[in-house]
């Protein structure tokens, strides 16, 4: 299968019809963005054996970290 081009692209967008869409068909005001988090492996290992040892998930203690700093952070700003 041969990738488009960029030009091909923007004539495919040129030719289709956009006329029955509907705007906001699939928004989600309170949908939860699920962003893909890239750890250094010495952060991961450390991050999985806190978790492990206080019987949480790694997400647990990643948001209770980041909490944390925010509230760190918003104390200095204020």
């Given amino acids: 299968m041969e990738k ?14 956009f006329s029955e869409g ?6 989600h005001p309170n949908a939860e963005l699920y962003l893909p988090i890239y750890l250094e492996p010495e952060v991961a290992d450390v991050l999985r ?3 492990g040892e206080k019987g ?3 997400d647990t203690i990643v948001n209770d970290w980041i909490k944390k700093n925010i509230a760190l952070i918003e104390t200095v700003i204020h």
């Fill in 56 to 58: 949480v998930q790694v």
């Fill in 49 to 51: 054996k806190l978790a």
């Fill in 22 to 27: 509907e705007r906001g068909k699939f928004y």
């Fill in 4 to 17: 488009a081009t960029i030009e091909e692209i923007k004539e495919q967008v040129r030719r289709d019809d």
